[in-house]
């Protein structure tokens, strides 16, 4: 009764939506299983496409949780799979790629997509294999008041300048540890570097192959801008990831951070913070490095894909249901949840890093198969440099050892 | 007992131990012999939000014939046992050839990530074990000491440590030592240092472990030693003081002795759990200072792209084969003591 009365709702708002409209949920009486991770924008799409679609369906269900990354391939392997769509990332597409368990949307995007904007697609080898609907990417957090007392002028825009404010904050009195990021043990301490790496004009693989390619002067260089950041971190960075970081933000105790633009919208609204915070938070471009151009940041999306090992007509189903909902009426809704990638959004003061970022040339994290296996020896291995017992050179040694272990095991590398 | 009626009698635990104990171990053996196939990789254009690269891709139909030809993979026998994530023999050799002294082998030595494991675990094992060994038999004299009245209360108390989940009782004291928690925050302001945090160094990281892995197990060996105080003969103790032997000498010469079975008992438990010490290492977000084997493990099985089922299997191969290595002094001693008795 509620779901029908939800659906009666959502066709109501999209009669009376400026676009009117009407939503095509393609087959009816199928079955629509959705798995995705749980933050406000997947269940803003999730939700739309269950008030559009929910009483043409003839199972409706909606599965958001975290950690969905850690069984997704599990999820989808058995036929029929366990859900029909499992909303994704650069990098977790790759993973179900990497084991054939989504298909390819071209013909259903002809049938249902026609308000999809091109750049939403996303294309490999020719075949669409996912609709992104948002964009998220690392980038600056300053607070202006802090700055302005420090004696900074201005936003920093490179490292360099990012480092001499601390060591003005510092020497100011106003706090010892002015930088926060996320350099928690593992994935976050992976994701720093790769960052940095970017940002000096690094590669981590070899052209063409799966060979590694850190231990070069760009991984040197990458370490070294790390390292001047760290000098001025929180003491406990290498417990800290988006969580931490954010409450430590939130709490006034840091005055430039670098952490994802989806915490924008969190650390700006009127919740967990002090007005002193929040109207004196500026979102800006990911800061450049070494005298490069290239933002230290990499470029994600969010978007949907169609399980493989499911019957057509769930698949048609369900691709419809999603992408109904990726309209302007979200955006009317939904605008500041998200850095969206869907016609008719304004972007406002959570987007303005990431659209900065973006613009200023940073790199999208690469869709590699065995990309997985190098963030994991990045996140291991780097620790011992970040904690003083080992040089650059022998830390980024033991990553490409530990890689060459792993690609090995993996059927990669011979 | 007829050999035949004890068959008969042992013959339900024993098919269940086989089922559910020996052939999963055999499966992990069997699974750490094999690698996976060698991936078939394409490389194309791939276009998004962000533009087109050329990237490579598997082809998975190609790697699925593969995989069908061969299910379980590509036998690579024991060599992922001396990989460099293990074993690491070859790395061993190389450290051996550069090393300029004992000091330069160590050091790379602690460069390979199982004997850095090795390391912690072992000592968080030979600290934690004869502490939790030792405490636990005083808290239990102890509470026996005490009035009748209060040791309802005062078991119940000394239990609380062990019915708080691990997981639950090690975030908690980890949100405590926080650089912004409680106990952190005091101590930098008694050492009047920002910069003092437990979970920033590695030997104040590895005492916080450990203290917190004696609170945790404490309880265990106490309620254990407490059940075996009810029985220690009262006419030997009775003896013992006739003879003037004092507290301290009654508590070595008698209760200490008539205890040791529970003694062997409670240290094999600990030393087992104690090597695979896990959920500590993960509350405190240690893993910067600390790892365990366990740690590796599920490393190594959470990837869900890529999981690596031989390196995992191996690693729990080799935890076993630890296990059994620390246990064999103490099953060697029952197996002499019940020998013994047998004669």
Known sequence: MF??????????????????????????????????????????????AEANCAANAGEFTINLRDNTRDMMNQALTPNPAEYTSVIVANSTLTQLMNDGLVRPLDEYVAKYGQHLKPSQ???????????????????????????????????????????????????????????????????????????????????????????????????????????????????DHLSHASNETQGLWEAGKAAMAIMWGSRGGAVLDDEGSSDEVTSNTVLSAAPTAGGGSTPAATLWWDGVTVAKNIPDEDAEATFAALVSGLTSDLMEEHNDKAIWLIEGFRPGPAAAGVSATAAAGAKPYPMIPFINLMHNALGSELVDFYKGDESAEDALADVEAAYRTAAKEAGFLQ | MKHRTFFWFILPTLSAMVLFIALPIVSVFIQSLFVQHEQVLVVSESCGPFGCVEETQVDTEATAQLREEQPLGRFNGLATYFDRSHLASAEIAEVWRTSTGLSSFIDGIMDLKFYKALVFTLTYTFVVTPLVLIFGLAVAVGVNNLPKAFRGVAIFISLLPFLVATIVGSMILSWMVDGEGIIGATLQNIFNDPSLSIKASTPLMWIMLMVYGVWHTLPFAFITFYAGLQTVPQDTLEAARVDGANKWQTMISVVVPHLMPLVSFVTLMLLMDNFRVFEPLVSFQAEAHAQSLSTFIVSDLREAGNPLYASASATSMLTILGVVILLAPVLIRTWRDFNAKAH
């Open chain 1, 3 to 48: 779901l029908k009365k939800a659906a009666l709702a959502g066709a109501i708002a999209g009669l009376m939506g400026s676009t009117a409209f009407a939503a095509d949920c393609g087959p009816s009486g199928k079955s629509v299983r959705i798995l995705g991770s749980d933050f406000p924008a997947i269940q803003a799409v999730a939700g739309a």
């Open chain 1, 121 to 235: 697609l996303i294309t490999i080898g020719g075949n669409v294999m996912a609709v992104a609907f948002m964009a998220n990417s690392q980038h600056l957090f300053s607070r202006t008041d802090v700055l302005e007392q420090a004696g900074v002028e201005g936003i920093p825009a490179t490292v360099e300048e990012v480092v001499a404010a601390a060591e003005k904050i510092r020497a100011a009195g106003i706090m010892e540890h002015p930088i926060v990021m996320n350099m928690k043990v593992g994935w976050n301490v992976g994701e720093i570097f790769n960052l940095f790496f970017f940002a000096n004009g690094g590669e981590l693989f070899k052209p063409g192959s799966a060979e590694p390619n850190v231990n070069s002067p760009e991984g040197i260089a990458a370490l070294g801008t790390i390292k001047s950041l760290l000098e001025y971190a929180h003491p």
